[in-house]
């Protein structure tokens, strides 16, 4: 109990001791100052000048002012005359007196916080026995989670991460188990600093998230969850932190892979091939998002990127979840309501196929397979990997959607979008799944709901029939280094019903164009096969192949099931 009352102090002090920066002089603005004298000056004057009982309140505190000026003088502070001391005393500093303060408070920061971690260790040799290290390891492991987020020195941090990892090599079994939430705030620390400038730091915090992954491969669920937290920590830092350096990220995950590939010990197991599986990944999802900024303009590339760093996350599913909330969110915005709907189909897959691990209910999904009379592309969302973990313990699948509420909304909203898209035999599909959740809750005010919502789609389907039309399809080919990773690439591109051959190359051109430069665009408009050679290299090339109406529902079904408009491969 002691104990944890010291680290307790000991997290205060870190926060207490933490290296501010070097302090620039407070500038008191003459100008400022003269201005807000001369603003109160207008204001008492206004306010003198004003009949009834302001004006006279105000006249007799100025005449009383003047009456007892004398005895004012013996007041022993004016508020007006000390309010500004500090600052003009910093403002009477010379710069090498600010240097050597900066230096003070930053070696006064680094020894308080050095002294902390000393007492951390001690705690760690003597008081960590076997029946209590459980109770103190949360606590010590907390407190070095929150300095690795606070601003400290180089040394600091060489000396910090060399304790982080004894504690590792030490009792990482129990951490791993015991202690989920820190070791996810950990990675999140320690992938931040992967991307520190400094390259003293660099490679201690590559040297500790090498030893987390290493030490973790002894229990699979544990490195499945080791992995998951990485992912999800590279999500937040490129999401949220600004101050992050891609290509220092890129270096110290090189540095991992490198570690791995040399370990002798680790050879003969399959833990170089995971790693590198996983930083690949890392190094996609890292593209593809700074990728995003540069293509905010560009809707159809935004969404294509999407889908690849949903597709990223795939091994972690509250974060695939959210990006195919936002892909739907996008897709309605453009009013692409058939991809919108099958991303919150997959969505939905997703949400069932962990529901089924948690509880056997008849009348749920039995995961993502129920699916697959709405897209054979559900199938993606199935947990079948080495990677997946129990929701309940691993603290995945914890967002308000993983429940059968949450299911029911996602379907829900599905089937809606199906029917603005008028692909009403697919509302009825949706529904199947529905139904029989609403059954087994007698939820009868959304069954009769429901009921109704499937009537009407079954009357547009006897008034429309076959004469319906979802789009149509071009095929584009991009050619030029201009282009960047698009040169000599081929994309599905879906328009509105009806849309002309010269709409959408008017389209893209002037898009193109603006990107470019109007003279830099070219439009080929043969369809035979292009010949590289015969383009100008300075210039970029848009090929129109083909164009394609989609009329009836059965043909659609067979060709649309990817998300995103933009990239289908061929």
């Not at 929150?146 to 129990?174: A, E, M, P, W």
């Not at 919108?340 to 897959?349: G, S």
């Not at 050679?533 to 090929?543: F, G, H, M």
Request: aromatic share 10%.
């Amino acid at each position: 109990m002691q104990l944890n009352r010291i680290l307790d102090l000991l997290y205060m002090c870190v926060s207490c001791f933490e290296y501010k920066g070097k302090q620039s002089p407070d500038k008191v603005s003459t100008l400022v100052l003269q201005k807000s004298k001369d603003v109160k000056a207008r204001l008492e004057e206004a306010l003198l000048r004003g009949e009834g009982a302001r004006g006279e309140m105000m006249r007799r505190w100025k005449t009383g002012n003047d009456r007892f000026a004398g005895l004012n003088e013996n007041l022993r502070w004016r508020k007006e005359q000390t309010h500004w001391r500090q600052a003009n005393e910093r403002l009477n500093m010379t710069k090498a007196e600010l240097d050597q303060e900066a230096i003070m408070c930053g070696n006064l920061a680094t020894e308080a916080n050095l002294i902390i971690l000393d007492v951390l260790e001690t705690i760690i040799q003597v008081n960590l026995s076997v029946d209590c290290k459980d109770n103190l390891l949360g606590g010590i492991l907390k407190v070095l989670v929150h300095s690795l987020s606070t601003n400290q020195s180089s040394t600091y941090l060489c000396h910090c991460f060399s304790s982080i990892r004894l504690l590792i090599i030490k009792f990482g079994d129990v951490l791993f188990e015991e202690e989920v939430e820190q070791c996810s705030d950990l990675c999140q620390r320690v992938l931040h600093h992967c991307s520190s400038a400094l390259e003293s730091t660099r490679s201690q915090a590559c040297a500790t998230l090498y030893l987390i992954m290493r030490y973790s491969f002894s229990s699979t669920s544990n490195f499945a969850r080791v992995k998951m937290q990485v992912t999800m920590s590279l999500a937040s830092l490129v999401g949220k932190s600004q101050d992050f350096n891609e290509e220092y990220l890129r270096k110290s995950l090189r540095s991992i892979l490198a570690y791995a590939e040399e370990d002798e010990d680790m050879q003969s197991t399959m833990f170089p091939m995971q790693v590198n599986e996983l930083l690949n990944n890392l190094n996609s999802i890292l593209s593809d998002t700074v990728k995003m900024r540069a293509f905010q303009k560009d809707p159809e590339m935004l969404m294509d990127l999407m889908y690849r760093i949903a597709k990223g996350y795939q091994t972690s599913p509250d974060l695939r979840l959210t990006w195919l909330q936002n892909m739907a969110e996008k897709h309605v915005k453009v009013k692409c309501y058939t991809e919108a709907a099958m991303c919150l189909v997959h969505a939905a897959a997703l949400v069932a196929e962990y529901l089924s691990l948690l509880e056997d209910c008849s009348y749920l999904p039995v995961g993502s397979v129920t699916f697959q009379n709405i897209s054979s592309n559900v199938i993606e969302e199935s947990a079948v990997s080495d990677d997946i973990l129990t929701p309940d313990e691993d603290g995945v699948c914890s967002g308000r959607y993983f429940s059968k509420t949450g299911l029911v909304g996602l379907l829900e909203q599905a089937a809606e979008l199906f029917s603005q898209a008028g692909f009403y035999e697919t509302v009825n599909e949706v529904y199947k799944i529905v139904i029989p959740v609403l059954e087994a809750h007698r939820d009868f005010l959304k069954l009769s709901s429901t009921h109704e919502k499937l009537k009407k789609a079954y009357d547009r389907i006897i008034f429309k029939g076959q004469k319906r039309m979802f789009g149509t399809y071009f095929r584009v080919g991009f050619y030029g280094a201009k282009f960047g990773d698009l040169d000599e690439q081929e994309f599905i591109y879906k328009e509105p019903t009806i849309t002309k051959l010269p709409e959408i190359s008017h389209r893209l051109e002037g898009f193109y164009g603006n990107c470019f430069g109007e003279h830099m665009v070219e439009v080929i408009k043969d369809s035979a096969p292009v010949d590289k050679s015969k383009l100008d290299p300075n210039k970029v090339q848009l090929c129109f192949i083909y164009r394609i109406h989609i009329q009836y529902f059965s043909i659609f079904t067979e060709h649309i099931f990817h998300f995103s408009h933009h990239y289908l491969e061929h």
